[in-house]
């Protein structure tokens, strides 16, 4: 009886130790004595106890979160710049056993390449060019992260920090640019008035019953618009001879 007790007991035990059961978005990386035999999971395995040792690994996508970061760019302008990084691992085995730390690795490496790429161009470039900024600095990362199992799949710029003063000058840059715009704006439509009522002056002297047409039609607004005056239309043929026949006086 204490025997059997006593094998029921190593029994338990040995499952307890050995008996092992990952998530679906975990992986296990088993070493034997030392050495690595693979990768594992998910699902139930068993383990071979004091023998096997295992490293949990989390398959899953991580955001990581990369600080503000001093970088000055090509024009000598000193600004803060924030990242956001996605990654996951594809390779559990070279996470493990190809550096240290791979999570701590992956993020020294996209704040050192955060500053780099943002150093090499100008701040217009920087403000404007985000979605080629970003592109350039995902690529540089998935190349660095793919010999420790790591895959980069998107990086996203959060936040530009300009200085005051910086600040400052792009508001009075911008207020400028849209005043030229509006003195330009008005330009096109004074010139424009100015193309139809040359246009209308031609057409009139063509055909002089239209300035008769016009002047009626004007007496109809003032009519309709005030209707306390009184106004007597006047033949404008009655003016023209005194028209013709002035000369001013010459000095």
Not at 132 to 153: A, C, H, M, Y
Not at 199 to 207: D, S, W
Not at 232 to 248: A, G, H, Q, S, T
């Amino acid at each position: 009886m204490v025997t059997f007790l006593f094998f029921m007991f190593l029994l338990v035990a040995f499952l307890v130790t050995s008996v092992k059961i990952l998530t679906e978005y975990e992986r296990a990386v088993i070493f034997r004595l030392g050495r690595l035999i693979g990768a594992k999971g998910p699902g139930l395995f068993i383990l071979i106890p004091y023998i096997d040792k295992m490293v949990r690994v989390d398959m899953r996508t991580v955001t990581l979160d990369v600080p503000p970061q001093d970088i000055i760019t090509r024009d000598n302008v000193t600004v803060k710049v924030s990242a956001v990084v996605y990654f996951r691992v594809v390779d559990a085995a070279k996470a493990v056993v190809d550096v240290e730390d791979f999570y701590f690795a992956t993020s020294q490496l996209a704040q050192t390449t955060l500053r780099s790429t943002c150093g090499q161009g100008e701040l217009d470039h920087l403000l404007a060019e985000r979605d080629e900024i970003n592109d350039r600095i995902q690529t540089i990362l998935d190349k660095d992260t793919e010999p420790w199992g790591v895959k980069v799949s998107k990086v996203e710029i959060k936040e530009i920090d300009l200085p005051v003063d910086m600040q400052r000058a792009m508001a009075k840059q911008a207020e400028a640019e849209r005043e030229r715009r509006s003195k330009v704006i008005n330009a096109e439509g004074e010139f424009q008035a100015a193309e139809r009522l040359s246009e209308a002056a031609e057409i009139i002297a063509r055909n002089p019953g239209a300035l008769q047409l016009r002047y009626l039609q004007t007496l109809q607004d003032i009519a309709a618009e005030n209707n306390s005056t009184t106004v007597f239309p006047i033949p404008i043929d009655l003016f023209r001879p005194f028209i013709e026949n002035f000369k001013p006086e010459k000095p």
